[in-house]
């Protein structure tokens, strides 16, 4: 028990002094749910809260991997670090694009100013949000400027990006139907700054004025979304990408909203943590000599009544004390 | 209150005589995440148990969803009927291929056995996964006899294909990096049954030979997922996927593993209703006028500890009686 606080405390230790193997070996313990990264990540809180956090979401092909490599060489021109994490809850399916990513990025694999890591299901299945989490923070606390969270779509209760982030990015593709779809469902409330990419495919104009009379059409905001129109792939417009981030984040800072916004973020980070333990006491309640538990292991055709069963579980759980 | 609880009884009644109108306004509920749902859900759970469900999953692009498209013609040709529900937490970023399912669906269109359903974020950010259990409860109750699920990918903790369904079918594209990617992480255990698909593209049997080597090296299993090569887009090898969907059930009946994984989902089931409580649990310790709600909105930095400011919230709500 000394040994392994020795040990964490040294793994702390060495990654706020900047060495990237200890960063590199505590998210692996953040990805492997191991319970020495809750510990680190409490340890490392004090450092952290310095580093900016953008997120880059849409549907998977519109170029947000070739987007993010785009932004790190901006990034690092205007001489800030970076820390890139690529989140992929279908992984391992997709391999295949991180394994990409890592090719395409493999010309910052010289630059220590530049940290990447793909976050997948790796077999452990759940438990991918808490793990991103994690990692942001240690990315924090290991004192990079800039974080980039690249996460394909939206609309996983777990991981929302606007709930993470600081500025958030939605990626579009000209002319596709994800604009249109996106506009119906309201999605585009959650986008800080859209950027417009594969412009060489052509109608990138069309698809800048139907976001643009779509916002026209909702409230009045005080931060009107910029639309950037970029060629990832070319490395044309990603300047202007970033310096819409920039302006956002001005934006954010001068208004106050930005501490509201990190507010929420912690809120969020409570709330999942809380949700998270609850789910591991129903589960000890289901497994146990508890009477939920043995009508559940008894029942033979599923005809039981799931949420009657949740309010006796609740009800085991606050008869012993509410833990 | 009366008047809501009259309209309830009938939407349940209507639903269980077979009103595929009041079947589409119960899932609109559900995905609306309306509490009638759930109290529709409790009121039809008597009437559940009886449908096979059955989950496709796979990486974007290997076919899923024409491959239910060709199932629910092979379903049919069978003489029983069939509910597709198409799950897709990046929706509606990937709504051009929502709207492609419904075209390419529209062949049942007329067929009074078939109930074709997508659901997606529609804007409500959360909570899909929960409304897609309900959802299944609903078309069990209707009385489908075989409902599929659609899903991408793996590795997300809250919609777990393996958690939800009784026989899970892989799908695979030939000598793609996911067989690969899949055999690395583990998570060809979770198949049921492997379909490459898309066999036209060359390079299957390479595939087979490499989805058999790697579960030769892992520990024997009782169920030996069997390896069906097919093209759905040209209809071809689908009587085989069937058969092998069958063969699996045919097992676990025989077997007696069916009951616990049917134990195992309601369980599941039951943790996530747990979570969901005791997150919006602490949402209102959070929001409401308690120590750790002020510590929280007066912070400006970020650089409290989540894991201690979740003790906190757990230990108020204790405090409060563990409701």
């Given at each position: 028990m000394g040994g392994t606080i020795r040990i964490e405390m040294s793994l702390a230790g060495a990654l706020l002094s900047g060495d990237v193997r200890a960063l590199a070996r505590a998210i692996s313990l953040a990805e492997d749910r191991d319970p020495q990264a809750s510990q680190l990540v409490a340890e490392v809180q004090?450092?952290?809260?310095?580093a900016y956090l953008v997120g880059l979401t849409g549907a998977?092909?519109?170029g947000k991997s070739t987007l993010a490599d785009a932004l790190v060489k901006v990034i690092r021109d205007r001489q800030q670090t970076v820390g890139v994490i690529a989140v992929d809850p279908s992984s391992p399916f997709t391999g295949g694009a991180v394994l990409g990513d890592r090719i395409r990025m493999?010309?910052?694999?010289?630059?220590?100013g530049v940290f990447i890591r793909s976050m997948g299901a790796r077999g452990h299945l759940g438990g991918l949000a808490a793990a991103t989490r994690e990692a942001i923070h240690l990315l924090d606390a290991y004192g990079r400027d800039v974080i980039l969270v690249e996460t394909v779509g939206v609309g996983q209760s777990e991981l929302e990006i606007s709930t993470i982030c600081d500025t958030v990015v939605l990626v579009l593709m000209p002319e596709s139907g994800d604009a249109v779809q996106s506009i119906k469902a309201g999605?585009?409330?959650?986008?800080d700054v859209f950027v417009i990419n594969k412009?060489?495919?052509?109608?990138a104009e069309k698809t800048r004025r139907l976001i643009q009379d779509a916002m026209g059409l909702g409230p009045k905001q005080a931060w009107r979304a910029p639309i950037v129109l970029a060629s990832a792939a070319k490395e044309e417009g990603i300047a202007q990408v970033w310096d819409a981030v920039r302006a956002h984040q001005a934006y954010l800072t001068e208004s106050g909203t930005l501490a509201t916004r990190r507010q929420q973020r912690l809120k969020q980070e409570v709330m999942a943590l809380v949700a998270d333990r609850a789910r591991e006491d129903a589960r000890r309640v289901l497994d146990g000599d508890t009477a939920v538990g043995r009508r559940v292991r008894e029942n033979?055709?599923?005809?039981?009544n799931p949420y009657a069963l949740a309010e006796e579980v609740l009800d085991q759980r606050a008869s012993q004390g509410g833990s």
């Open positions: 004090p450092h952290t809260g310095n998977p092909g519109t493999s010309r910052h694999t010289l630059d220590k999605i585009l409330e959650i986008a412009t060489d495919l052509g109608g033979q055709n599923g005809k039981l």
